[in-house]
């Protein structure tokens, strides 16, 4: 926290620094420049009077006057030709300004400033002198590195102030950080002791709220499942002894099979109602066993409604990183799916494959009309469901580390395959 803030206010601190000492930074630059450009320009200026009229022996004078005071070479370009002062080639610059024009242009090195002087009889002269680029800059580097200092000496006063403040707030929210910690490992009895800021000692308000709301959520919780619990079984011990007492000892078998099935459905779902959150998940299971007594299971319905049923296992076992529960409960969606979305009669084919980097392929493929690839929104459904089987199929593939896959089967139908991930602990 306080690396932060400092880093914040480093970074704010830099930024306008660099919004104000950069522009300032070139404007010193431009003011040298025009500095050195005036100040050769004024001397050139000074000799442009002589040129309308003095003879070449005196222009060469004032020529070597001005370049002697100034430190810049003057040169003095007549009509007919002649060149006075500091020798110099005849650039394209001098000779624009022979047609009557002055200015300063750049040249390498330096900028180049060409005066016209008119009204001489023989046409019209040209007054050039050089300022180099170290004229242009002088002063600029000390400027330059006395703002750098200032910069540097604002941004080490705003590290040192943030830094301050920044020990102020991390000393109540490492408390607050505490508390949270303590409730996460289920010390429900734990309370913050508001300090700091106003707005610390807020959240701190805040927080112990929330601890004493959490304590009140999950008593009620338990209440709720303990009620859940009573109204589930209640029915499911009445309908197992209907089963038991049916005439014919296969019925009665297969529906107290079904009951027992329902029942630890029930059971499964009120322990994970009932457990902590940081209780360890499941290492995983061996998927042809589950796989085996989950289609043995509807295969007594395939038979009912003329349904052919092919299983394929691979040979060996497959352990999976997934519970045998949740293996069942994804295997009892895809296989509800086909008896929901198909006629009766459709023959399907369950098959268990092993995947060459760990896991296995649980493949669900039916002869049916085909299924569509919405389908597997969770919520959403085109065939009258709540459109959860898949959804619940499709989680169980990705705790796993894998992922469901809806395709078309061989005949036409609809395909859904189960991507299962190894185990996490062998």
């Known amino acids: 926290m306080r690396r932060r803030l400092s880093l914040l206010v480093a970074a704010t601190t830099i930024l306008v620094l660099v919004a104000f000492l950069v522009p300032l930074a070139l404007l010193l630059r431009s003011v040298a420049q025009d500095r050195a450009v005036g100040a050769a320009t004024a001397e050139v200026q000074g000799i ?9 022996d005196t222009l060469r004078l004032s020529a070597e006057q001005v370049a002697a005071a100034s430190g810049q070479p003057v040169t003095i370009f007549l009509p007919d030709g002649s060149v006075l002062g500091t020798p110099a080639p005849r650039t394209p610059a001098v000779e624009l300004a022979a047609r009557g024009r002055s200015f300063t242009a750049e040249s390498d090195g330096g900028h180049e400033i060409v005066v016209a002087v008119q009204g001489r009889p023989d046409g019209t002269a040209v007054v050039r002198t050089f300022v180099p680029d170290a004229e242009l800059t002088r002063g600029v580097t000390r400027a330059w590195l006395v703002l750098a200092g200032l910069g540097a000496t604002l941004v080490l006063l705003g590290l040192l102030v943030a830094d301050r403040l920044a020990r102020n707030l991390v000393r109540p929210i490492g408390e607050l950080s505490e508390v949270s910690h303590r409730l996460a490992r289920a010390e429900l009895t734990a309370r913050a002791t508001p300090t700091g800021p106003p707005e610390l000692r807020e959240v701190a308000g805040a927080l112990n709220h929330l601890a004493g709301r959490i304590q009140e959520l999950l008593r009620e919780e338990r209440e709720q499942v303990a009620d859940l619990s009573h109204r589930l079984r209640t029915p499911l011990t009445a309908l197992r002894l209907e089963a038991e007492s049916l005439a014919d000892p296969s019925d009665a078998a297969r529906i107290t099979a079904g009951v027992d099935a329902l029942e630890r459905a029930v059971t499964g779902v009120i322990t994970q109602a009932r457990k902590r959150s940081d209780t360890p998940a499941p290492e995983g299971c061996e998927a ?23 299983l394929d296992l691979a040979p060996g076992p497959l352990p999976v990183g997934l519970s ?53 929104r969770r919520g959403e459904s085109r065939g009258g469901s709540t459109g959860l089987g898949l959804d619940i199929a499709r989680r169980a593939a990705q705790s796993s580390g894998g992922h469901l896959d809806l395709t078309a089967s061989p005949t036409g139908g609809a395909q859904l395959t189960l991507t299962l991930g190894p185990p996490t602990h062998p």
């Open 48 to 56: 442009v009077a002589a040129v309308g009229a003095a003879d070449p």
């Open 288 to 310: 042809a066993a589950v796989v085996r007594d989950r289609v043995n299971f509807w295969s007594v319905l395939a038979e009912d409604t003329g349904r052919a049923v092919a």
């Open 324 to 376: 045998a529960d949740d293996l069942a409960a994804a295997l009892d969606a895809l296989l509800g799916n086909v008896f929901a979305h198909t006629p009766d009669g459709t023959a399907f084919t369950v098959t268990l494959a092993a995947r060459p980097d760990g896991g296995a392929l649980l493949t669900v493929a039916d002869d049916g009309p085909g299924l569509p690839a919405d389908q597997v």
